[in-house]
């Protein structure tokens, strides 16, 4: 067994004291540190570009930065140079600003497909906004969620249906259903089961590992419009990172309403709900309709969000950012493809996904999904400075991380075959191990 020591006893002293004062000890429970080896969960210091230091003093190069938001790097130099200009200049005034005319064109430039947005501060806002939307506008009750895309909103008529669902009525979880990715027929079957019950179809138009099958949104697109109900893509991780302008205009497939968020900003809080005039409108002031609470937020327009929005648009469009995060991606996954193959873990350690949102699985001994294993993998990345919960790129990251980051993962892989030759990872995981984000209990 391999003895070597990697401590963190300052971030594992600041654990205690945001577990102390903060429920769940982060503002994320994705950033949780019951998602990291125990008392390796590092407590970052700074970032810029594709490094972050935690406040032990190590250095990582970092991936998933900012829950997939934080695409161009930390600190990216055009974004908070934009922010820089209107933080002189005020934040939130009584009336809208200029700066919301402004980031309302450049983002209706970037998604054409859309043809009106509306601003907010994360997704959740701009996804239940959505759903509402669409329950007025159809007058019906039901929404029917992507079963297997694994976030939609923190409000109850996502997280009724998740493990989690703690505090939330079942008439209001009733009322949410759910269709398989990719399968059209079942969706049909859903419809028609709950025939002028549904309001709308949410889903990520491409996610988990796979691209959309031949066929398959303009297929939702047309059942949507048979069945009379909003089509909705949520766009928070295929906005930018499939293209500028979204899933929607990489396949040509136009929803009703659309979320973009994360990316949108680089880091800042910024969401967007976007769509077609006729619906969009209904939560606006130019129509005879009884009026829909759509969004109002007091923060949603902050100007230096809306700036930072601005400028990651720009440099997305004139830098080619999104062809850079898929190059960096393809370079990735080939270079750990080749470590898992060299030490015969290939089939362990599966790198799945688009170039540019790769993730990874670990998988024990009888190839089923094991928590030990990624706990073990994680520790060996930790120790060789790659703070890694997904292989999630961002264009700061230059050939020289990848590379590194490659030579990190086969050392890991070496100490995986270990493991998996022994059948047993317990000496290798040095606690209890990593804990999946949903789950009934603590």
């Known amino acids: 067994m391999d003895t070597e020591e990697f401590g963190l006893p300052r971030s594992r002293a600041a654990n205690e004291r945001l577990h102390a004062m903060i429920p769940g000890g982060a503002h994320t429970y994705a950033k949780g540190d019951d998602q990291y080896p125990e008392d390796l969960a590092p407590v970052i210091s700074h970032g810029r570009g594709a490094h972050v230091w935690d406040i032990d003093g190590n250095r990582y190069i970092e991936y998933g930065s ?20 209107e933080l002189d200049r005020g934040s939130n005034f009584v009336r809208p600003s200029i700066v919301e ?104 138009p491409a996610a988990g590992h796979t691209e959309p099958p031949p066929g398959y ?26 293209s500028e302008a979204g899933a929607q205009g990489l396949y040509g497939v136009v929803p009703d309403l659309s979320t973009f968020g994360k990316a949108l900003g680089n880091g800042f809080a910024v969401s967007a709900l976007a769509g077609r005039r006729e619906l969009m409108e209904l939560g606006g002031l130019r129509h005879s309709r009884e009026r ?84 073990l993998f994680l520790r060996r990345l930790l120790a060789g400075g790659v703070l890694a919960p997904s292989f999630v790129v961002s264009s700061a990251l230059s050939e020289a991380d990848i590379d590194r980051t490659v030579d990190v993962v086969a050392q890991a892989c070496a100490v995986y075959r270990k493991a998996l030759d022994a059948a047993d990872p317990t000496p290798w995981v040095g ?12």
């Open 66 to 85: 900012g829950l997939r938001s934080v695409s161009l790097g930390h600190a990216h130099p055009r974004v908070t140079e934009a922010v820089r200009r």
């Open 101 to 204: 005319v402004e980031a309302a064109e450049r983002f209706l430039a970037t998604v054409p497909t859309a043809e009106m947005v509306k601003f907010a501060k994360n997704g959740s806002d701009a996804t239940t906004a959505a759903v509402r939307l669409a329950r007025a506008a159809t007058g019906r009750p039901r929404v029917a969620i992507c079963g297997d895309h694994p976030f939609f909103s923190v409000d109850d008529w996502f997280i009724g249906t998740t493990p989690m669902s703690a505090g939330i009525p079942a008439t209001t979880t009733e009322l949410t259903v759910a269709f398989p990715y990719g399968d059209l027929a079942a969706t049909e079957e859903l419809l028609t089961r709950h025939q002028g019950e549904i309001a709308c179809l949410i889903l990520e």
């Open 217 to 242: 949104l303009a297929g939702l697109r047309e059942l949507a419009d048979r069945h009379g109900c909003v089509l909705i893509f949520d766009e928070m991780i295929t906005g930018f990172r499939w």
């Open 292 to 375: 829909v609470f759509l969004l109002s937020t007091t923060h949603g327009a902050e100007t230096h969000s809306l700036a930072a929005a601005m400028a990651v648009q720009a440099t997305y469009v004139e830098d080619g950012v999104t062809a850079r995060l898929h190059a960096l991606g393809e370079r990735l996954a080939a270079g750990v493809r080749e470590a898992t193959a060299d030490t015969g873990v290939d089939d362990h350690i599966v790198v799945r996904g688009r170039a540019s949102n790769l993730v990874y699985a670990t998988l024990d001994e009888n190839r089923q999904p094991s928590q030990e294993y990624r706990t």
């Open 431 to 442: 606690g209890r191990p990593v804990k999946p984000v949903f789950r009934r209990t603590a």
